[in-house]
């Protein structure tokens, strides 16, 4: 195992490639959820729930940042990695990229709990990576995302007190939870990077997902998280009396969790594997509108750098 | 009369928050006091910079984790106190321009480091003090 991945220029293409799959995994999400989030600025339920998001959405933004950042060492700077890049290219779970329907809070409530519970066990496995710009970011992205799964379970524990708040819950674990589990799906690599994926979605590799685990550079294989994932969110919905659409629980144990996704349980968009809903595609073109339309080449800066 | 004004004896944090203090790291908070030649006056500089919401300087805020001087080269590591500041790029410049501003610097390299992350306790006690008279409680 490599001592260490700090300078980009001592890694090797498998190196490289395993790095870059996993920063666009977490930065991804983090930046395509942020910008759904952004939806609900001035029409969520309430004012204090109004602002949650938003700052939440800023969280977000700030920690796709940091791990942007990271990339930025192999040579890909934010006009790349956002404004100029191939909406194929992107890497996030189709979860995160769903619209939301007019008002349904319910969705933004609980989607909000299944992905920062995804996120905290990928945090954990994060923290002793061997990439130290990784394993030095996660502490200060810990303290920001614990706020945002407190704020999640206190709605989804309002909402399933009853009457109609319960059945929009309902309504959303089904149709949110087969996205949910793309979380957990493994990741194309980057176009072009490996000549197996051929630069067609749904050529996953594998051996990038093993090669994240194996360089050290998360401690926990998709499945493990997976698992763990389960074994949390599962008790804690059904506490609320929701019924889940799959519980992945072993045959034998009441609490012993499997995570075995098969092709029935996913959606046809994974979003990993480089496949979108259409619904990605125009929040694509929204987000980049601006930057076209003014015809830029490099992103705006607050002010100039100086000489 | 007074019967619904609440005594301050009563009055109890919110419960929805969590005030935590955040843990102290021995060599922060960095504020250049034992700098000497170019580096004291690389600190001096970052000393006139301000937080652009708060009249307090970004030493006395915690920001600056150290300067280190080779030459003319010199090396700032900084933090933010949130990862979605979104004075980022204008507080970065200022160091930038700031330092580079210094009679005798070449060059300057401003490292963004999130590790140790930033609390209150990276706060000077100088910093404090503005905080407090700004109105802050800390």
Known sequence: MAASLENPDELDERERT???????????????????????????????????????????????RLWYDVLGDVGLEERDLV???????????????????????????LRSYLYDVAEDLRLEALVDSTHPKIADRVGKIRSEEEYHLEHAQNWLERLADGGEGRERLQDALDRLFPYAFTLFE?????????????DEPRAVDPDVEDDIVDLGLR????????????????????????????????????????????????????????THTDAWFDLYDEFTHTYRELERTETTRIMDKPE | MSSNIPDDTDATPCAYTDYREGESTADLPATGADATGLAADVWDALYGIEDPEMPISIVDLGLIYG??????????????TYSGCPARDMLTAEVEAAVTAVDGVEDIELRLVWSPEWTVEMVTERGKDDLREFGLSI
């Open chain 1, 83 to 109: 404004y100029e890049r191939d909406p194929g290219d992107f890497r996030h779970s189709t979860l995160v990229e769903l619209p939301f329907e007019e008002g349904d809070w319910a969705d933004a409530v």
């Open chain 2, 67 to 80: 300067v280190s001087v080779d030459d003319g080269d010199v090396t700032v590591d900084m933090t933010l």
């Open chain 1, 186 to 198: 493994p990741c194309a690599p980057p176009r072009g990077a490996n000549e197996a994926s051929g």
């Open chain 1, 18 to 64: 395993a790095l870059k799959t996993l920063l666009k995994r977490l930065a991804d999400d983090e930046f395509v959820l942020a910008e759904r989030y952004t939806e609900w600025q001035v029409r969520a339920p309430s004012l204090e729930s109004d602002l949650a998001l938003a700052n939440n959405a800023q969280d977000e933004l700030g920690h796709a």
């Open chain 1, 219 to 274: 401690d926990a294989t998709l499945e493990e998280m997976g698992e763990e994932w389960l074994s949390i969110v599962v008790p804690y919905l059904e506490s609320l009396d929701l019924e889940l659409p799959v519980d992945g629980r072993a045959d034998d144990g009441a609490d012993e969790f499997e995570f075995e996704v098969t092709e029935a349980m996913l959606p046809e968009e994974r979003g990993r594997d480089g």
